[in-house]
């Protein structure tokens, strides 16, 4: 699992993206953050970071699927 914390700072406003490998990673960041003050900006994001199709043999067994969730936040001063 991983985590990716991006933080913007303006005169009044305090602006974070966080991201995480899995919900309940960025459930437990957000979660964090909201206690420190932030509000969620809109809904979360999902996005495929990767695909890799597996195969035995010419016969396609499954797909891996890799995904970032990611949550923007803001802090007014």
Do not use: A, W
């Not at 699992?1 to 960041?29: A, I």
């Not at 509000?39 to 035995?56: A, C, D, K, L």
């Amino acid at each position: 699992m991983f985590y990716l914390c991006l933080t913007l700072k303006q005169k009044d406003m305090e602006y974070k993206v966080l991201t995480s490998s899995s919900p309940e990673g960025l459930t437990e960041k957000v979660n964090k953050y909201i206690n420190e003050g932030f509000i969620p900006v809109g809904s979360h994001q999902v996005v495929t970071q990767r695909e890799v199709n597996r195969y035995s043999g010419s016969q396609h067994m499954d797909t891996l699927i890799t995904q970032e969730y990611s949550q923007t936040l803001i802090k007014q001063d």
